[in-house]
T-cell receptor, first 112, second 112 residues
Framework: DQQVKQNSPSLSVQEGRISILNCDYTNSMFDYFLWYKKYPAEGPTFLISISSIKDKNEDGRFTVFLNKSAKHLSLHIVPSQPGDSAVYFCAASGGTGNQFYFGTGTSLTVIP | DAGVIQSPRHEVTEMGQEVTLRCKPISGHDYLFWYRQTMMRGLELLIYFNNNVPIDDSGMPEDRFSAKMPNASFSTLKIQPSEPRDSAVYFC??????????FGPGTRLTVL
């Protein structure tokens, strides 16, 4: 049973606009969340993370929002650039030493 | 730094054969993770090591899978005997913190 779900397999956005990628989780014990980006034929690359004590974390063009009551997190990319075209995975964990759970990914295409 | 190194990059084998996947983590990283990626299930954590000691192997699908880390710079994931349903991309990742992992390029395994 998928504990971390990314219900949109793909997303297309115009260059310069905002990209919003969504992720839902089922386990209320998760307290650390991450986003990874993956290009074809490469391994995932860490992008940004957030602890459950926060509801927002920002790093340049990337912002992650966490809504614990809804068990939902989202990644905002603004402005979107063609180089952002990749598959984005969200991941969740109950903390150090606990299992990691990844979503199935959302393929983002940024159209020039 | 060369990053996480995995070999081989591609492996094609016949059902029933033994398969060994290799990983060299980034020097100084205390954690090593093995993942499997399939279309149906996405990225799944199979096993992880901390300071060369296996900590959690609850993600290993069955006894046909085994992993070792004889020293800080080398780990193997072995499948014996292999089956067609083991076909997937296998990633190795390492980290100094629990969460922000550096992934290798992956090994694409095809079992005929």
């Amino acid at each position: 049973d998928q504990q971390v779900k990314q219900n949109s397999p793909s997303l297309s956005v115009q260059e310069g606009r905002i990209s919003i990628l969504n992720c839902d989780y089922t386990n209320s014990m998760f307290d650390y969340f991450l986003w990874y980006k993956k290009y074809p034929a490469e391994g995932p690359t860490f992008l940004i993370s957030i602890s459950s004590i926060k509801d927002k974390n920002e790093d340049g063009r990337f912002t992650v929002f966490l809504n614990k009551s809804a068990k939902h997190l989202s990644l905002h990319i603004v402005p979107s650039q063609p180089g952002d075209s990749a598959v984005y995975f969200c991941a969740a964990s109950g903390g150090t030493g606990n299992q990691f759970y990844f979503g199935t990914g959302t393929s983002l295409t940024v159209i020039p | 730094d060369a990053g996480v190194i995995q070999s081989p990059r591609h492996e094609v084998t016949e059902m029933g054969q033994e398969v060994t996947l290799r990983c060299k983590p980034i020097s100084g990283h205390d954690y090593l993770f093995w993942y499997r990626q399939t279309m149906m299930r996405g990225l799944e954590l199979l096993i992880y090591f901390n300071n060369n000691v296996p900590i959690d192997d609850s993600g290993m699908p069955e006894d046909r899978f085994s992993a070792k880390m004889p020293n800080a710079s080398f780990s193997t994931l072995k499948i014996q005997p292999s089956e067609p349903r083991d076909s997937a991309v296998y990633f190795c990742a390492s980290s100094t913190t629990w969460a922000e992992q550096f992934f290798g390029p992956g090994t694409r395994l095809t079992v005929l």
